[in-house]
């Protein structure tokens, strides 16, 4: 999870600085935003159970 979590915060991290440069309106600019969003979603769904129930951790499992 910790590994997803990465992976999805990078890129909405570059693509978030990038947005703020560039043209607002453009085709380049929509996708951008889109994948942002995927991005943040990915980052919310890994983050949301550990937020909900701080004593459980996805590493071990339903039975920790």
């Given at each position: 999870p910790a590994?997803?979590?990465l992976a999805a915060v990078a890129p909405a991290v570059a693509i978030g600085v990038?947005?703020?440069f560039m043209t607002k309106g453009t085709r380049l600019h929509k996708l951008m935003g889109w994948s942002w969003v995927l991005?943040?979603?990915?980052?919310?769904?890994i983050s949301y159970p550990r937020l909900a129930n701080p004593g459980f951790?996805?590493?071990y499992g339903p039975w920790s």
């Open positions: 590994a997803i979590h990038a947005q703020l991005a943040m979603v990915v980052v919310a769904c951790n996805p590493s």
